[in-house]
Structure formats: structure tokens, C-alpha cells
């Protein structure tokens, strides 16, 4: 099973600043079958990236992913007040397709 | 727009089986990945078990033994079942369906079911 580490726990920022979110995995992420997605207060969480870089559809291009192996980077490059939430990424190779802790980005 | 409904009971008592079900709403049924995943309160998300558009189903070491995911395909429904359900159990679960076809991602959410065990 993949274990999947992100950091840091929690971000705190202030809107129109850079948001660099980490991801790490116990071992190598095959094909770059990493996901990404965002979580608001009392919501379901939203799809936001695959294969590591990839955007789905109607994802905004402030958000990017990137990485390879084992570290992995989600990236948000201005905030936007609606991007302040919890963000998980998720290895979907094989099962168990197992999510990170989460990072929750908050406003400073 | 593609929506993902699910329903079922929300307060269970200890041993009891929970039940969940979900169906797509303007967007297809077949071809898709379908997963159950679950929120305890406050923590973070646990994929619990999915099932391919082949039928063949896969689900989380640690709840292997007591869950089971299955699709009615004349209803176009899919369905979970954990049985002998304690306080661990409780949490909000969702049902996804993948966002492109055979793609085992939570594309698409249900609106989560809260569900409580409790005597």
C-alpha cells in the first residue's frame, strides 16, 4: 500500500499570494498516477488534477500540478478567496487507492 | 451537468449493517468507475472500495472483510454494505463516479451521507 505524506499540515496565506502545496509517497508513483483535490467547509470534495499535471475540466490555470517519483507539487500561483480550503492528493494506480492527510490552506 | 445522488440510513446502532446507494443523474451509468469513500468527522478522506466497468470490485485492506460494493445495473445503481458497523464506522460517506470512462478517479460526488453509529 502507498502511503502518501503531504506538507505542510497547514498554510497560511493572504489572498494573490503563491500557495505551494507537497505531496510525498512511500514509493514510486507509477505513470504519475497522482490526483489532487480541494475540499471546502461542508462540502464534497472537488476533482481538480490527474496524472500530476493534468487539469480537469473547468479547472482553473492558477492551479498547477507537477512532480515525478516520489514528490509531488500542487501549486496554486495567486489565491483567490475561494481557494482557501483543504487540499488531499490521492495515488489511483491500483488499490487501495489511498489519499495524503491533507494540507489546509487558510487565510493569514 | 452530471450529478451523483445517493441515499440511505443514517443512524445505525453497533453491529448493524450500514446501506448506501447512489445513481447518476445527467450522465452515464455504464463504462465508469464507481467508488464508495468515507470523512470521519474532523479527519481526512478513506477510499473504502470501488468497483470497473467490467464488474470487478476492490476494496481497502482494512474493511475488506466486512464491505461489499455492488452495481444493479437494471437500475443503474450502485451500493454499499458494511456490516457489524461500531462508533469507528462513523463518518460522512460519499459515492464518486469516475470523470471519463474506466478512469478510477472521484470525478464526480455525491452530496455525502452522515453516517452515525451509536446505542
Known amino acids: 500500500e502507498i502511503v502518501l505524506t503531504q506538507s505542510p499540515a497547514t498554510l497560511s496565506l493572504s489572498p494573490g499570494e503563491r500557495a505551494t502545496l507537497s505531496c510525498r509517497a512511500s514509493?514510486?508513483?507509477?505513470?504519475?498516477?497522482l490526483a489532487w483535490y480541494q475540499q471546502k467547509p461542508g462540502q464534497a470534495p472537488r476533482f481538480l488534477i490527474y496524472g500530476a499535471s493534468s487539469r480537469a475540466t473547468g479547472i482553473p490555470d492558477r492551479f498547477s500540478g507537477s512532480g515525478s517519483g516520489t514528490d509531488f507539487t500542487l501549486t496554486i500561483t495567486r489565491l483567490e478567496p475561494e481557494d482557501f480550503a483543504v487540499y488531499y492528493c490521492?495515488?489511483?494506480?491500483?488499490?487501495?487507492?489511498?489519499f495524503g492527510q491533507g494540507t489546509k490552506v487558510e487565510v493569514k | 451537468q452530471v450529478q451523483v445522488r445517493q441515499w440511505g440510513a443514517g443512524l445505525l446502532r453497533p453491529s448493524e449493517t450500514l446501506s448506501l446507494t447512489c445513481a447518476v443523474y445527467g450522465g452515464s451509468f455504464s463504462g465508469y468507475h464507481w467508488t464508495w469513500i468515507r470523512q470521519p468527522p474532523g479527519q481526512g478522506l478513506e477510499w473504502i472500495g470501488e468497483i470497473n466497468h467490467n464488474g470487478i470490485t476492490s476494496y481497502s485492506p482494512s474493511l475488506k472483510s466486512r464491505v461489499t460494493v455492488s452495481v444493479d445495473t437494471s437500475k443503474n445503481q450502485f451500493s454499499l454494505k458494511l456490516t457489524s458497523v461500531t462508533a469507528a464506522d462513523t463518518a460522512v460517506y460519499y459515492c464518486?463516479?469516475?470523470?471519463?470512462?474506466?478512469?478510477?478517479?472521484?470525478?464526480?460526488w455525491g452530496q455525502g451521507t452522515l453516517v452515525t453509529v451509536s446505542s
Open positions: 464518486t463516479r469516475g470523470p471519463y470512462t474506466d478512469w478510477p478517479l472521484a470525478g464526480h
Open positions: 490521492q495515488w489511483y494506480g491500483w488499490p487501495p487507492r489511498t
Open positions: 514509493q514510486t508513483i507509477t505513470n504519475n498516477y
